[in-house]
Structures are given as structure tokens and as C-alpha cells.
Nanobody, 122 residues
Framework: QPQLVESGGALVQPGGSLRLSCAAS????????IGWFRQAPGKEREVVSC????????NYADFVKGRFTASRNNAQNTAFLQMNSLKPEDTGVYYC???????????????WGKGTLVTVSA
């Protein structure tokens, strides 16, 4: 059963940084585009970033541009989301998901993780 597991969520002060990880098992992440999503309390899930299978293409939601960076290490079967200059409005559960093909991100993801909680608060 293909599986994605996120980690790295924590309580952090405004202006701080976190690095989320997304580890894949039972399939090779190198064939998949990875999407990062988040869901704030009481709000719908929204896409944060997509990164192509090679890492050569990325896109970001406007509200994280210049602050968040997606990357991946296919040899480790893991993707990452570096989050800097965090704001209280970045609070939410962060999910990673995998899709076979760049064009499928963010609307047609094949596999989803269960999420990791990020709380930005003083």
C-alpha cells in the first residue's frame, strides 16, 4: 500500500522557520510530482506548492512566495517544504500528496499523507 508520512510540524513563534518532510514508502517518489497543501481551522484545504518529479519545476501560492521552498531527495524517497518567516495565518495542518504528472498537481493527486500540524503563535 503506497504511503506518505509527513513530519516536522510544531509550535513556532512568528518569524520562525520549520522544515516539513514527506517520506514515501511502497512506491518510488522519483516518478511523482509532489504537492504540498494546508488546511487552516475552519477553512478549506488549499495548495501551497507543487514540485515536479525531478525537482526542476516548482510553483507556489502567492501567499507563500519568497518564504517557502519545496525540494526533494529522490534517493531518500523524501520531499521537503522549508518554511521561513512564518506568520500566524500559516497555522494549519500541512499535507503532502503525490501525482503521476506535473499537470495533475494540484487537482488530481493520487496519494495523500495524513498531515502534520503547524502552529504559529507567540
Amino acid at each position: 500500500q503506497p504511503q506518505l508520512v509527513e513530519s516536522g510540524g510544531a509550535l513556532v513563534q512568528p518569524g520562525g522557520s520549520l522544515r516539513l518532510s514527506c517520506a514515501a514508502s511502497q512506491f518510488s517518489l522519483g516518478f511523482y510530482t509532489i504537492g504540498w497543501f494546508r488546511q487552516a481551522p475552519g477553512k478549506e484545504r488549499e495548495v501551497v506548492s507543487c514540485i515536479s518529479n525531478s525537482g526542476g519545476r516548482t510553483n507556489y501560492a502567492d501567499f507563500v512566495k519568497g518564504r517557502f521552498t519545496a525540494s526533494r531527495n529522490n534517493a531518500q524517497n523524501t520531499a521537503f517544504l522549508q518554511m521561513n518567516s512564518l506568520k500566524p495565518e500559516d497555522t494549519g495542518v500541512y499535507y503532502c500528496a503525490a501525482a503521476q504528472g506535473w499537470s495533475k498537481c494540484p487537482d488530481e493527486m493520487d496519494y495523500w499523507g495524513k498531515g502534520t500540524l503547524v502552529t504559529v503563535s507567540a
